[in-house]
């Protein structure tokens, strides 16, 4: 069975700080891997994706995110964050079965930007 | 352009009342999702759709039903037997050619 754990509920940093959101992933074979980003009341976008290849992976609005896969790890990062930044941030684990995807969700990370 | 129509985007129900929930998607997408939302507990699977005319229970499928009967199309009931139904309600979808989902941006419900 697939699983993804988001060891932190909740992080706060300052703006222009750096970020590391961690995520760590269950899974039998090479997965896909991505990060989805969801402001209040809102639905979840996409912000990146790894399913082979670079194990650096850039993503939209300036994130990016490492697979390393002996520590079954998939770290996002940005090197400077700013206010709009503020949401919260899923990381999942998928497969194609058939016709579909069948992706697993983390429990979220709530990030919260300090001026 | 192309995306995931949820509506309403808030909703109430009273004790006893079915709801349904729309979905409408313009991406000709193949497959498509239901998700459940509750702070604290990520995202959780209710009902998902190959293609039409068929669907598949997710992992928390009891007090929910859905139909495909378009292929744009996937509505979810959250009828009287689901328990606890306040939540926050995810519509997604996927095509083979790309991985990931879109998502809709959501309904909430509200028992009252």
């Known amino acids: 069975a697939q699983s993804v754990t988001q060891p932190d509920i909740h992080i706060t940093v300052s703006e222009g700080a750096s970020l590391e959101l961690r995520c760590n992933y269950s899974y039998g074979a090479t997965p896909y891997l991505f990060w989805y980003v969801q402001s209040p009341g809102q639905g979840l976008q996409l912000l990146l994706k790894y399913f082979s290849g670079d194990t650096l992976v850039q993503g939209i609005k300036g994130f990016e995110a490492e697979f390393k896969r002996s520590q079954s790890s998939f770290n996002l990062r940005k090197p400077s964050v700013h206010w709009s930044d503020a949401a919260e941030y899923f990381c999942?684990?998928?497969?194609?079965?058939?016709?579909?995807?069948?992706?697993?969700f983390g429990t979220g990370t709530k990030l919260q930007v300090i001026p | 352009d192309g995306g995931i129509t949820q509506s309403p985007k808030y909703l109430f129900r009273k004790e006893g009342q079915n709801v349904t929930l729309s979905c409408e998607q313009n991406l000709n997408h193949d497959a498509m999702y239901w998700y459940r939302q509750d702070p604290g507990q990520g995202l959780r699977l209710i009902y998902y759709s190959q293609i039409v005319n068929d669907f598949q229970k997710g992992d928390i499928a009891e007090g929910y039903s859905v139909s495909r009967e378009k292929k744009e199309s996937f509505p979810l009931t959250v009828t009287s037997a689901q328990k606890n139904p306040t939540a926050f309600y995810l519509c997604?979808?996927?095509?083979?050619?790309?991985?990931?989902?879109?998502f809709g941006s959501g309904t909430r419900l509200t028992v009252v």
């Open positions: 999942a684990v998928g497969r194609h079965s058939g016709g579909y995807q069948k992706v697993t």
């Open positions: 997604a979808s996927s095509s083979d050619r790309a991985y990931g989902y879109t």
